[in-house]
């Protein structure tokens, strides 16, 4: 039974850090595509990053590149995500998700099938 849990969201100031944590349970990390996604009150849900921790293969969202880090521990089987130089644009529920990854990489919230519960990020200005 998979199981995907996000924490690590909160209230943060314009400018300001977060780091998102998905512990993952019922998979291996190397298998699988790990990927983060936020949802904005009326907007639709939209990538911001993913890994393939077998390969490091990493992908980013341009809203978000070069603010954004993706990682994996694992050891834990967790993988995070550090956000910095945060925008209220940024602020969103995030959720972590998965798909095996024999499906490819992709930032397309309709190729995973698991998600963990989301995590609210409030950026304030």
């Known amino acids: 039974d998979v199981q995907l849990q996000a924490s690590g969201g909160g209230l943060v100031q314009a400018g300001g850090s977060l780091r998102l944590s998905c512990a993952a349970s019922g ?20 990538g911001v990053s993913c890994i393939m921790s077998s390969n490091g293969k990493v992908y980013y969202a341009p809203s978000v ?4 880090t993706i990682s994996s521990d694992n050891a834990k089987n967790t993988v995070y995500l550090q956000m910095n130089s945060l925008k209220p644009e940024d602020t969103a529920v ?6 095996h990854g ?3 990489m992709g930032l397309s919230w309709y190729e995973y099938d698991y998600w963990g519960q989301g995590t609210q990020v409030t950026v304030s200005s």
């Open 94 to 99: 995030y959720y972590c998700a998965a798909v």
């Open 65 to 68: 590149k070069g603010r954004f």
């Open 27 to 46: 998979l291996t990390l190397d298998d699988y595509v790990m990927g983060w996604f936020r949802q904005a009150p009326g907007k639709e849900r939209e």
């Open 102 to 104: 024999s499906y490819g």
